[in-house]
């Protein structure tokens, strides 16, 4: 199951089942982006210097609703954002439902609602979609898949640059802390959380900036499955360096952390739905952040540094308050004991 | 008719004036011959003359500390004539490079020098010869030649190059000494206030006692690092030195002038105070001595008291003139991270008020080396100066070259060079980054002193370890193939070779933890051992660990997955034992806990997490803030204790008793000492059952929990006698050595 859990284990198995079967040049449309390149979405070349953006994303999540958003929600955000993360401006998006035999009219009808009210909000337009129930048992209530479609002038592949400042737009963690919260039974009634998802689409943020300061953004993502965690290690591994990170910086709620540090998980490894994470040129980075907070990102902060290395390639770093460098190590799935 | 020996001698010979040292001892007897190095750590000597039946037995027993011998093969031979007796430059061609010389304590005939006043070596703080002073820590590559180590920036004045030079100036202790200084040419000391101001002093080293005296906190840069000194006789001072140092209750070490200055904080017997005096001069861990003048606050909740005495005439001089005689000599350090070997890194740490400074550079940090009693055998707790990088010889030969990365916390890595396994010094927690670059660093620099080229790699089975993720970072650059080798398997076959075992064996591996080949995390192991392969006859009962690595570091959640286990979801047993209240989330911790222990992620068969339950349980330790702390607590609380008569099978059981008479009143030192000496008994009788049936002869223990006193009491008061590892740390400091010879097992 750890395979699919977003960990080091994913990047095995899907290097196992499809990169290494695949012939290099049906990776990816000739001057695109697509498998060669672990990346939020795809890229096809247009005839006018532009860029098709492309996604798809299946989105399973238990409970379907949960403080702050719905699976619904989820889906359509989940995949705007993806589109946005590489430089996209997201115009339209397909959808396939699958739902679980038995499940009430009433909740699907409450999932679906949420999912158009999310286009219709961002003028996303939904341009097809498939339905389909399958017999009990053989899926978790309900399953959406999204495509998101979106058009760029300049894509951000996530390659961040010596110097880099890594931005964060938000406090991270707070989607997988309500859900993990929710999955293991730690709450008897949502409204007890005094948290909730941060699940929502980033156009807002991502649009303006991009158009403003694309050029000095050299990596964008959002922190979903493996959290910053993952983001940051991947980011260092292709940027061939490392990054440093202050600790103190990061921002997370302290309700976020509480909890998590009673499950025994670090929250820089637990999912946001509604936060970006940036590699900004060093020259703009406080006038980027600046600017997302005039955006109404209050909380958009400098966390940390990559920096190009000769040795220890693809190491994250954390420095702690008292000046020590910890390793941040890429999220697994499964839970291996290191403390002696 | 005269008489000729060739005589072979492996150990340290080089870089400690062996060579001189022999030269001299046979003009003495007026024999001719010669003496050579072989390379290998191993050396050559020729002897003939009316009195070469002598030579020997005054070689031996005459020698300086510093020259440890290892081997050593004596034939007679037919005398060849020879009339002098010459030192012969080692050829060129010498294959397997000698053995690095660890650092060494300074000398008595130093010290005399230093404290007898006069002369150009009167209180000079690095005074040092061919017997004594830093080595490893100062050389930067080989072979061992002044150029070639810190010294190389003070060039000799004229009188030391004179005994440098001259045999008959310098005499054994000076001559051809690379070392070789005095006040005129060597190293300078600087005082500095914290912010990295020099400090106008008459003489430094007297101004630094005055303000450690005075309740000040002063770095001292010692030989392979810095310390932190500080009275430890005041209270406030320690407390401030905890709260400055971010560490509530990790136990400091502390320096005394001398022996007797020892005796009054702790009890020295006569092995303790070999092991005090020793050139190796390790902080040894011994039993506290009532109306000790140290505060309490040194070492909180133990029973001992880590001491050590001056290994250096900078130490010397300090602790004499500071009215103590004794302080606080903790390395400097942010917690978790290395110790700093320069000003930067001591002054950015921000504990010292004052830093004594020096400009003898430190090539390799070298930490201070922790010995303590257990059974009444000594046993490392960590390698360091004075020990690494002393080779291990093991009962089997390496095909090939072989580079070790250890484990993951207080480890150290090795490079095996045919039946040699060369540790690296303690290199500490790798979740520091710092630490990891640092073993990197010196497992690139050992293997390039021992040549060992192409080297096949071999890490923990554990792919979580900051070691095993280096491992393969170095298999990608040297295109080589990586072993793994199960935790518990390598700390079997550790101690194995350590004690020279070579043939099937039974080891009983006991630790904090280590990744089982099933995922579990196992750690109290009775494991069969027969070449390469091990089969796990019997292991401690599988209890749930509830948030993974957070049980190890909240105890009271694995004492509620002893409870639950034993007694069911008894929540009445978890008010009485108050385990709650001994969680940093309380109840809603312990709930979510329980629900854990219900479908369990991860479960334990750990010794180290057992101590865990039991000290929560009781009420010793519930909160862990060096590694090992519950455990070591407990075991402290043992102290006096006697043993309770109760039947148990297994650990859960033993648990479930203990809790039980814990609530019915017992007194908390028999149930802790019942505790460990009734677990070690369970796995004596694992472990001798399985040998007499396998018709095993040898019983190993390893594993960190191996040095608990009264589990190694149990465990022999049913099985008689089991071995030790004597030089390495039975702990993850040691398994870099079970990594190689599992190598040398598979014939690689
Ligand atoms: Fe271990
Ligand atoms: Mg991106
Ligand atoms: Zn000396
Ligand atoms: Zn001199």
Redesign the pocket.
């Known amino acids: 199951l750890s395979h699919g859990s977003g960990g080091v284990e994913t990047s095995e198995i899907v290097e196992k089942l499809f990169l290494r079967r695949l012939p290099e040049g049906l990776k990816k449309v000739a001057g695109g982006l697509g498998l060669d390149f672990p990346d939020d979405a795809a890229a096809i070349p247009m005839a006018d210097g532009r860029y098709l953006v492309v996604t798809v994303d299946a989105y399973t999540v238990n409970p379907p609703f949960f403080p702050g958003g719905d699976i619904g929600m989820l889906a359509a955000s989940g995949s705007i954002n993806d589109v946005l993360m590489l430089g996209g401006r997201p115009l339209a998006m397909l959808d396939s439902i699958i739902a679980e035999e038995g499940l009430p009219y009433e909740t699907l009808d409450r999932v679906v609602k949420s999912f158009l009210s999310v286009l219709e909000a961002e003028g996303v337009a939904l341009i097809g979609g498939d339905f389909k129930v399958m017999p009990k048992g053989q899926l978790d209530k309900i399953v959406i898949t999204t495509v998101g479609i979106g058009v760029a002038d300049r894509i951000i592949v996530d390659k961040p640059r010596h110097g880099d400042k890594i931005v964060v737009s938000d406090f991270v963690g707070d989607h997988g802390a309500v859900i993990l919260m929710l999955q293991m039974g730690d709450v008897d009634k949502p409204e007890q959380l005094q948290l909730k998802s941060d699940v929502k689409p980033l156009t807002k943020l991502m649009v303006p900036l991009v158009e403003k300061y694309g050029e000095y953004i050299h990596a964008a993502r959002d922190p979903t499955r493996g959290g910053l965690a993952m983001v940051l290690n991947d980011w260092a591994k292709a940027g061939g360096g490392v990054i440093v990170v202050e600790e103190e910086s990061l921002p997370v709620r302290p309700e976020v952390a509480s909890y998590a540090g009673m499950l025994g998980i670090d929250p820089l490894y637990l999912a946001s739905e509604g936060a970006a994470v940036l590699a900004v040129d060093p020259a703009v980075a406080e006038e980027v952040v600046k600017f997302m907070r005039g955006l109404g990102f209050q909380n958009a902060r400098v966390v940390g540094e990559f920096r190009e290395a000769r040795q220890h390639r693809g190491y994250v770093l954390l420095k702690t308050v008292a000046g020590g460098l910890r390793i941040l190590e890429p999220p697994r799935g499964d839970i291996v004991p290191r403390i002696c | 008719m005269p008489k000729a020996y060739l005589i072979h001698i492996s150990g340290i010979v080089q870089g400690v004036g062996f060579r001189p040292y022999v030269k001299i001892l046979a003009d003495r007897l007026g024999l001719g011959g010669y003496v050579k190095n072989l390379g290998g750590g191993e050396v050559e000597i020729y002897v003939e003359g009316e009195r070469s039946g002598e030579f020997l037995d005054a070689l031996l027993n005459g020698r300086p500390k510093a020259i440890y011998i290892e081997e050593v093969k004596a034939v007679e031979v037919e005398p060849r004539g020879a009339r002098a007796f010459v030192i012969e430059k080692s050829s060129e061609e010498v294959q397997t490079p000698s053995m690095i010389p660890p650092d060494l304590a300074?000398?008595e005939?130093?010290l005399r020098e230093v404290l007898g006043g006069g002369g150009r070596r009167g209180r000079y703080p690095f005074?040092?010869?061919?017997?004594?002073?830093p080595r490893f820590s100062v050389i930067r590559r080989l072979p061992y030649d002044r150029e070639n180590t810190s010294w190389s920036a003070f060039p000799m004045c004229e009188e030391c190059a004179r005994e440098y030079s001259s045999a008959e100036v310098g005499g054994v202790?000076r001559f051809f000494y690379q070392g070789i200084s005095c006040r005129n040419d060597g190293p300078r000391l600087t005082l500095l206030d914290s912010a990295g101001r020099p400090v106008e002093a008459e003489d430094p080293i007297s101004e630094a006692a005055r303000l450690v005296e005075e309740g000040r906190i002063v770095a001292v840069k010692g030989v392979g690092g810095f310390h932190i000194f500080a009275l430890a006789s005041d209270d406030g001072v320690v407390a401030e030195l905890r709260r400055r140092k971010r560490r509530p209750s990790q136990p400091f070490a502390v320096m005394a002038l001398d022996l007797e200055t020892a005796g009054r904080l702790v009890v020295v017997d006569g092995a303790a105070a070999e092991l005090l005096t020793s050139p190796r001069r390790p902080v040894v861990l011994l039993p506290k001595r009532d109306g000790s003048p140290a505060s309490p606050l040194v070492s909180p909740g133990l029973d001992r008291e880590g001491v050590f005495l001056p290994y250096t005439a900078l130490h010397y001089l300090l602790l004499s003139e500071i009215r103590d005689r004794f302080a606080i000599a903790t390395s400097g350090n942010i917690h978790g991270e290395p110790m700093c070997t320069d000003r930067r890194c001591v002054l950015r740490l921000g504990v010292a008020d004052y830093v004594l400074d020096h400009d003898l550079e430190i090539v390799h940090r070298v930490d201070d080396s922790v010995v303590r009693f257990t059974a009444g055998r000594p046993v490392l707790l960590r390698r360091g100066r004075g020990y690494a990088p002393v080779w291990v010889k093991m009962p089997l030969r390496l095909g090939r070259a072989a580079v070790a990365f250890g484990a993951d916390l207080q480890t150290a890595g090795a490079v095996g060079v045919g039946d040699k396994a060369v540790l690296t010094q303690y290199i500490g927690d790798l979740d520091s980054f710092r630490a990891l670059e640092d073993l990197d660093r010196e497992l690139r620099w050992l293997a390039q002193a021992y040549r060992a080229e192409a080297p096949a790699l071999v890490c923990d089975l554990n792919p979580a370890y900051s070691s095993h993720r280096l491992c393969r970072e170095w298999a990608g650059e040297l295109n080589a193939e990586v072993y793994t080798v199960q935790h518990h398997h390598a700390h079997a076959l550790a101690a194995a070779a350590d004690v020279g075992v070579a043939e099937p064996f039974l080891a009983v591996a006991i630790d904090g933890v280590g990744l089982g080949e099933d995922g579990a995390a196992w750690g109290g192991e009775v494991l069969y051992v027969e070449g390469p392969r091990y089969e796990r006859v019997r292991h401690l009962t599988y209890v749930p660990m509830p948030g993974g690595d957070l049980a190890a570091v909240r105890p009271a959640r694995m004492a509620l997955a002893y409870l639950f286990k034993h007694f069911g979801e008894d929540w009445g047993l978890v008010e009485r034992l108050k385990l709650a209240g001994r969680l940093p989330g309380g109840l809603a911790e312990a709930q979510i806990a329980a629900r854990e222990i219900k479908s369990p992620r991860i479960y334990t068969s750990s010794v180290g997490r057992f101590l865990d339950a039991v000290a929560a349980a009781l009420g010793v330790a519930w909160e862990r803030t060096y590694e090992g702390e519950p455990a070591i607590r407990l075991e402290a609380a043992a102290s006096g204790g006697r043993l309770l008569q109760l039947d148990a099978e297994d650990q859960v059981e033993l648990f479930g008793r203990l809790v039980e008479l814990y609530l019915r009143g017992a007194d908390v030192k028999d149930l802790a000492y019942t505790a460990q000496y009734k677990l070690g008994q369970i796995l004596g009788k694992w472990a001798c059952e399985t040998a007499e049936r396998k018709g095993v002869r040898h019983i190993v223990v390893g594993g960190g929990v191996a040095v608990n006193d009264y589990i190694i009491a149990g465990l022999e008061s049913v099985c008689g006698r089991a071995a030790l590892p004597s030089k390495t740390p039975p702990g993850d400091g040691g398994i870099a050595l079970g990594q190689l010879y599992y190598l040398a097992h598979l014939g690689i």
């Open positions: 300074i000398c005939d130093c005074n040092s010869c061919s017997f004594c002073g202790r």
